[in-house]
Structure formats: structure tokens, C-alpha cells
């Protein structure tokens, strides 16, 4: 048997070992738990023997299918977020339109009622007459 043969075969070993102890319900073996048991680093299982790397990526959640499916999911949601994002500005944009013709048209309404006040304010007597500091307007 081939050294790379030899060397495959106790990183498979290694991680069907690994992965049996801890059961169905445990957390599936890391790479470099699989590397360490095997003997082995775990670049060299990266790197000459990715079909390994994958099984256990898949073993824990994070094979390439996986990756694949929780991006869609994260574009899914994402989109759907952006969907309703979109619906709120435009809510906003209507309420802005609107807020503003109101704020238009109070501004012309105290405008009119500035120029009312001064106009009163303008033809308005008092209602006594003013009295001098010394007395002089008084009726005594």
C-alpha cells in the first residue's frame, strides 16, 4: 500500500472513529481534531486530500452545499428586508409630502395673521389715557 494510500486511510479512520464517539446528538470533529488523532496536520489534510476536508465540513455543517443553501437563505432575507425597507421609505416620502404642504400652507396662514395683528395694532387707541410722570393727566 502507497504512503498516500496508508495516510488517507488513517485520516478516514480518524474521523469515523471521531465522529462515532461523539454520537448523533455531539458536536462533529474538527479538522484538526481529525489531524491529530490521524497524525497528521491539518494542512495536509486541506490540501492533498480535500474530499476528507469536505466530508468533515459536511459532518459539521459546513460543507459547500451547506454554505450554498444559508447564502440563499441570508439573500432571501436580505431581499425581504430590502422589500420591506423600500415600502417604508416610500410611507415616509408620502408622509413628507404631505407634512410639508401642511407646513406650507400654516407658514402663508401666519403670515396673513402677522400682517392682521399689525394692522390692528396700528389703528388700536388705548383704551386710557396716558399719564404723565408728574401728574399732570389727572383728574384731581
Known sequence: MSKSLDTAK????AFTKLKRDVGPQGKAPSISEV????????TLIHTKYPEIAEQIRVAKGRGAKQRLEKQRDDLKTTLDRF????ND???????????????ARLTLLVKRLEKEVAVLEAGVRPLRPRT?????????
Open 89 to 103: 421609505l416610500k410611507e415616509v416620502k408620502r408622509i413628507n409630502g404631505g407634512l410639508a404642504s401642511e407646513n
Open 35 to 42: 489531524a491529530r488523532l490521524a497524525g497528521v496536520s491539518h
Open 132 to 140: 404723565s410722570q408728574n401728574g399732570a393727566g389727572s383728574n384731581e
Open 83 to 86: 422589500a420591506e425597507l423600500r
Open 10 to 13: 488513517r485520516i478516514s479512520l
